[in-house]
Nanobody, 126 residues
Framework: QVQLVESGGGSVQAGGSLRLSCAAS????????RGWFRQAPGQEREAVAG???????RYAESVKGRFTISEDNAKNTLYLQMISLKPEDTAMYYC????????????????????WGQGTQVTVSS
């Protein structure tokens, strides 16, 4: 049984930083799709960062230069380092993993992902 467990969310002021973690059990991060999404109230879930099939890090335009996705294969954990946070980054953040490979922009497409964490809340105040 695959489980993804996020941690690291919280409340910060604008300009602050947070580091999210996503520990996987029953699943091994490999070349398959894995990444982070977020969902603000009343909005659709959107891709934030991920790895494509080549292992290249990919980011939504809104977070480029501020967020960094990384992984520790030994710990089977995915990370999202967030700096220079803005109020518009406020959302529930979800990690996601898949049995599919992510070619091109597929890393950003929700239906490519089989497994989702329960989410961790990030709140940024101005």
């Amino acid at each position: 049984q695959v489980q993804l467990v996020e941690s690291g969310g919280g409340s910060v002021q604008a300009g602050g930083s947070l580091r999210l973690s996503c520990a996987a059990s029953g699943y091994t991060y490999s070349r398959n799709c894995r990444g982070w999404f977020r969902q603000a109230p009343g909005q659709e879930r959107e891709a934030v960062a991920g790895f494509d099939v080549l292992g290249t890090t990919r980011y939504a335009e809104s977070v480029k230069g501020r967020f960094t996705i990384s992984e520790d294969n030994a710990k089977n954990t995915l990370y999202l380092q967030m700096i220079s946070l803005k109020p518009e980054d406020t959302a529930m953040y979800y990690c996601a993993a898949s049995t599919n490979l992510c070619y091109g922009d597929n890393w950003s497409r929700r239906y490519f992902y089989n497994y989702w964490g329960q989410g961790t809340q990030v709140t940024v105040s101005s």
